[in-house]
């Protein structure tokens, strides 16, 4: 089956550190770039980052660049979100999807996200 | 802030058509780039519909109908989502997305209500 799956949101405090995975199935994972999309409760969605097939590429959102870090292990079809220095407005679900294989830079597989919630 | 901009709301009838639009940023031409479109259900992750760069380079993710389309207005520096034949089940949010070199740009969203 085709698919994503996140885990790894939790609680924790201001300043805090916390990582994220999210697990591939069902595709060629190395042969895809991957991104996180997170939405704060009723808000919209935000990219965060992305980082291309073979992991070499990444790039990240201004709001988090210099406190997370995108990185995939392709042996293990998993991404990860390493969140350093966590604020109140880290708060959100945490989406992992999948890059459209071909010209067109769309998401066409999302998983169903993790909650991370900020707060003392 | 989002970077597109994107009426927060939205309602029409069943059988009627909704018209939303996401504005880029005037230092970002609407003309040069592919605008993606989005749906979101309460509770679900985002759903791609459909991308649009010109008349002659667009088209829809499998599966969805052919009453979504997409458009632009250069004149105006927007992204058009036009669904036609409005019915209930369309109701939700929609997000329109660009991918300027090397940052991923989300409109606000469109909560589109159908009355």
């Known amino acids: 089956q085709v698919q994503l799956v996140e885990s790894g949101g939790d609680l924790v405090k201001p300043g805090g550190s916390l990582r994220l995975s999210c697990a591939a199935s069902?595709?060629?994972?190395?042969?895809?770039?991957m991104t996180w999309v997170r939405q704060a409760p009723g808000k919209g969605l935000e990219w965060v980052s992305y980082?291309?097939?073979?992991?070499?590429?990444?790039y990240h959102a201004d709001s988090v660049k210099g406190r997370f870090t995108i990185s995939r292990d392709n042996t293990k079809n998993s991404l990860y979100l390493q969140m350093n220095s966590l604020r109140a407005e880290d708060t959100a679900v945490y989406y992992c999807?999948?890059?459209?294989?071909?010209?067109?830079?769309?998401?066409?597989?999302w998983g169903r996200g993790t909650l991370v919630t900020v707060s003392s | 802030q989002p970077v597109l901009t994107q009426p927060p709301s939205s309602s029409a009838s069943p059988g009627e058509s909704a018209r939303l639009t996401c504005t880029l940023p005037s230092d970002i031409n609407v003309n040069f780039y592919t605008i993606y479109w989005y749906q979101q259900k309460p509770g679900s992750p985002p759903r791609y519909l459909l991308y649009?760069?010109?008349?002659?380079?667009?088209?829809?993710d499998s599966g969805v109908p052919s009453r979504f389309s997409g458009s632009k207005d250069a004149s105006a520096n927007t992204g058009i989502l036009l669904i036609s034949g409005l019915r209930s089940e369309d109701e939700a949010d929609y997000y329109c997305m660009i991918w300027p070199s090397n940052v991923v740009m989300f409109g606000g969203g469109t909560k589109l209500t159908v009355l």
């Open positions: 069902g595709f060629t994972f190395n042969d895809y770039y």
């Open positions: 649009h760069y010109s008349d002659a380079d667009r088209g829809r």
């Open positions: 980082i291309s097939s073979s992991g070499s590429t990444k």
């Open positions: 999807a999948r890059r459209y294989f071909g010209r067109l830079r769309y998401f066409d597989l």
